[in-house]
């Protein structure tokens, strides 16, 4: 299996024009402290593509896959890494590293991409902008849903198991 470039990965992931349960697709947005909706609403996504499995989250691309042009009203400094942890630390227990990248697609512009690890070892709960905490999961659609029925439950608490007892047999003298 290759490994695609940045540009090669947005171009796979735009080719059907739809989102994937570990791809979603936002328009230029205003992320900052004053907005909790929007704020709230990115925390959701990167807690349900972790909780199901890891993905992609794109700036600058509408719910049809189009990417769209450059937005004087959100500039580029607005998606730095920084910017992205601090909504982090403050919305996802536990905490959650994911990778800032832009990649400069073939119209020109460039484009932040949050790369999203998997949860590890416990799901990531997502605040809310009223501050409560949810655990969200992908669902079809898809989109984020908060989890409510057991089959969701039991899939990602096995999802959980599975990471730790990777992490145990890891550790373990041979």
Not at 12 to 17: A, K, P, S, T, V
Request: aromatic fraction near 8%.
């Amino acid at each position: 299996m290759s490994v695609l470039t940045d540009v090669q990965q947005m171009e796979e992931d735009l080719r059907y024009r739809s989102e994937k349960l570990n791809v979603e697709f936002k328009a230029w947005m205003d992320i900052s402290k004053a907005n909790k909706d929007g704020q709230a609403k990115i925390a959701r996504h990167i807690a349900a593509i972790a909780n199901s499995g890891g993905g992609r989250l794109y700036f600058g691309v509408d719910d049809d896959g189009n990417a769209q042009p450059r937005s004087e009203a959100f500039p580029l400094e607005h998606y730095k890494s920084d910017a992205i942890h601090n909504l982090l630390k403050t919305r996802l227990e536990p905490g959650l590293q994911c990778e800032v990248r832009f990649t400069e697609f073939t119209n020109g512009v460039t484009y932040p991409v949050i790369h999203i690890p998997p949860h590890g070892a416990t799901p990531i709960g997502a605040k809310d902008e009223n501050s409560f905490m949810h655990v969200y999961v992908r669902s079809v659609g898809p989109e984020s849903v908060k989890i409510s029925s057991y089959q969701q439950w039991d899939t990602i608490l096995k999802r959980c198991m599975r990471f730790r007892k990777r992490q145990a047999e890891a550790v373990q003298p041979v």
